[in-house]
């Protein structure tokens, strides 16, 4: 990476490929998800020695609970064990943990395992990690929506600022860059209102594959955009 080259502020990454990665080398589909559980510690320091404040991680969407069940249950078990196997660590190297998403479809153990590791990185002063796991960007709009109308906001008093705080991601900055690893073109639901002006980023690379090397060259690619934010001139 050059040493001109511009560091975004966040990150957000839709790690995609994990089933096609298992079903290259012949495996079952919940492989690939655990060889993607496995390289989020390498991606996640990756960025952090790079000074990206913000990566945000795009695990379950609203929409996976229609998979296969054995698939959904699976991925829920990794998510417990990538819970115990990884927070104390990622506490001990100064990472905050955020979870975007809904929690209440998930078991009673499970949430208050979540809950447990954003207690004990809230203090935290490095990179800031959200995991969205069971989320949805239109649930999440909608979501908004409602708590607006339940706290009375008037129509005229609603702005772009007002919204945002009704946001999952209240407090966090929009995403300046959205990866997507595996090669597909398409948005599925993430963000949808953060990332308005986001640079997007797509490699082929499956997600657990996706290195340091990778790191590099999104940043790379990144630092070559020109943002305008809609304007004339680059920002």
Not at 120 to 140: H, L, P, Q
Not at 177 to 201: C, D, H, K, P, V
Request: glycine fraction near 8%; charged fraction near 25%.
């Amino acid at each position: 990476m050059s040493q001109s080259c511009r560091i975004p502020q966040h990150v957000a990454i839709i790690m995609d490929g994990n089933g096609r990665w298992a079903k290259a080398r012949g495996l079952p589909r919940l492989d690939g998800h655990r060889a993607g559980a496995e390289n989020l510690r390498r991606v996640i320091g990756a960025f952090a020695q790079r000074g990206v404040k913000y990566l945000t991680l795009y695990a379950f969407s609203t929409e996976n609970w229609g998979r296969p069940q054995l698939e959904v249950r699976g991925l829920l078990k990794l998510l417990a064990s990538s819970i115990r196997r990884e927070a104390k660590e990622l506490d001990r190297e100064g990472v905050r943990l955020m979870h975007l998403g809904k929690l209440d479809e998930l078991t009673p153990s499970l949430q208050k395992q979540v809950k447990e590791a954003l207690e004990m990185t809230e203090g935290n002063a490095g990179i800031t990690v959200s995991v969205a796991f069971n989320y949805g960007g239109r649930a999440e709009i909608l979501e908004a929506v409602r708590h607006l109308l339940s706290d009375g906001v008037k129509a005229e008093a609603l702005d772009d600022a007002t919204f945002s705080r009704y946001l999952y991601t209240a407090g966090l900055p929009d995403p300046d860059l959205i990866i997507r690893t595996g090669g597909e073109m398409r948005l599925s639901n993430f963000l949808l209102w953060q990332a308005a002006y986001s640079e997007y980023y797509v490699t082929p690379t499956y997600w657990p594959d996706f290195d340091e090397a990778e790191v590099e060259d999104a940043l790379e690619a990144y630092s070559q955009r020109n943002r305008r934010f809609g304007g004339l001139e680059p920002r």
